[in-house]
């Protein structure tokens, strides 16, 4: 098996500043920890937080003697993606559980995952919903052997510790800390990582891609959870006592997971010309175009220092191009 080692020696992903006239009119100074450019394996697929909630589970699944990896997703996750360009890259064989019968053309998502040998198993979607009972596990136990089992989303304790990382890694790199980290939320999984890595130093924004009035809920069990597992969180009694240092932003997901209007593709467009950086459509668009509303709506007073995390996604875009039609006009 390849060595695990560069997933732990690689520079750090670089932190930008950006200038833009509503945030030299409102006072905001506004930073993006670039890890989209943080670039494994083949193709765009694993980088970003993908590749923070991989780095320690490869290193666990290698450790336990696993030499494959099986999880979960739509036709169009970015965590599958990541996983088969991650097998690839690191000698694990792969197999890919997805939602949903299997078209005649595979979407570029799924195309690339098998290009990198993964296994793809399709699935009724009500199956697909029921892969948490014992007897669906029994069943992949049986048909697939030994395994390393990462959840759908990709999210778990190694995980978050993973994106915990990204807090360290940008306290080095500025010289204050921001007053507040801004991620985009999907499983939870990221925005907890930030969240215990902030502590109750600074807010934590989290600008979900998914509708619903469950979000809050989903990542304060993440945060749970993570606690149980025993890592340190010295900020959870605060938080609570004090209302709460992170806040759900939930006003621009733009109808759900898969869902868009024009104003969101005229944003990512008109960003990349004016910054030269490819936003995805699903989520961190969706985050920028939601902070800038934020920020023209006068949420931050004037000082703020705002930390978005750019968290990748960028493979997605060919799909949605091949599905709505050429509407992104971004490189990457
Ligand atoms: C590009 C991108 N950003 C953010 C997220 C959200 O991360 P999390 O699931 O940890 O909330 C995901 C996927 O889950 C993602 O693919």
Not at 34 to 46: F, H, I, K, N, V
Not at 250 to 260: E, I
């Amino acid at each position: 098996m390849p060595t695990l080692s560069p997933l732990f020696h690689h520079p750090p992903s670089p932190v930008q500043e950006l200038f833009a006239p509503l945030l030299e009119e409102r006072g905001i100074r506004l930073f993006i920890k670039r890890d989209e450019l943080l670039r494994m394996g083949p193709g765009l697929a694993l980088c970003g937080n993908k590749w923070r909630k991989l780095q320690y589970n490869l290193l666990a699944a290698q450790n336990k003697g696993h030499d494959t990896l099986l999880t979960f997703g739509g036709a169009f996750s970015n965590h599958i993606a990541a996983v088969a360009a991650a097998g690839q890259a690191f000698g694990f064989k792969t197999i890919g559980i997805i939602r949903g019968e299997r078209p005649r053309g595979l979407n570029p998502t799924l195309r690339f995952a098998e290009a990198c040998g993964m296994q793809l198993h399709h699935i009724s979607r009500s199956a697909f919903r029921d892969k948490g009972g014992k007897a669906f596990q029994d069943n992949l136990q049986q048909q697939f052997g030994n395994y390393y089992l990462l959840p759908e989303g990709g999210t778990n304790t190694l995980a978050i510790k993973g994106c915990l990382d990204i807090v360290a890694e940008v306290e080095q790199q500025l010289d204050s800390f921001p007053t507040h980290w801004c991620c985009s939320v999907g499983t939870g999984g990221t925005m907890a990582g930030i969240i215990a890595g902030v502590q109750d130093r600074a807010q934590v924004l989290g600008f979900p891609a998914l509708k619903g009035d469950f979000v809050e809920g989903m990542v304060r069990e993440v945060l749970a959870s993570y606690r149980l597992e025993g890592y340190r969180d010295e900020g959870s009694e605060q938080q609570g006592k004090r209302g709460g240092h992170w806040a759900i932003i939930p006003d621009f997901h733009f109808g759900g997971y898969a869902k868009w209007a024009p104003e969101l593709v005229d944003f990512i467009n008109h960003f990349y010309r004016q910054h030269g950086i490819a936003l995805g459509p699903v989520y961190t668009g969706k985050l920028f175009y939601g902070l800038f509303q934020l920020i023209e709506r006068g949420y931050f007073q004037e000082g703020s220092t705002l930390l978005a995390v750019h968290t990748g996604g960028l493979q997605g875009i060919e799909g949605f191009n091949e599905r709505f039609g050429p509407l992104l006009a971004v490189g990457y």
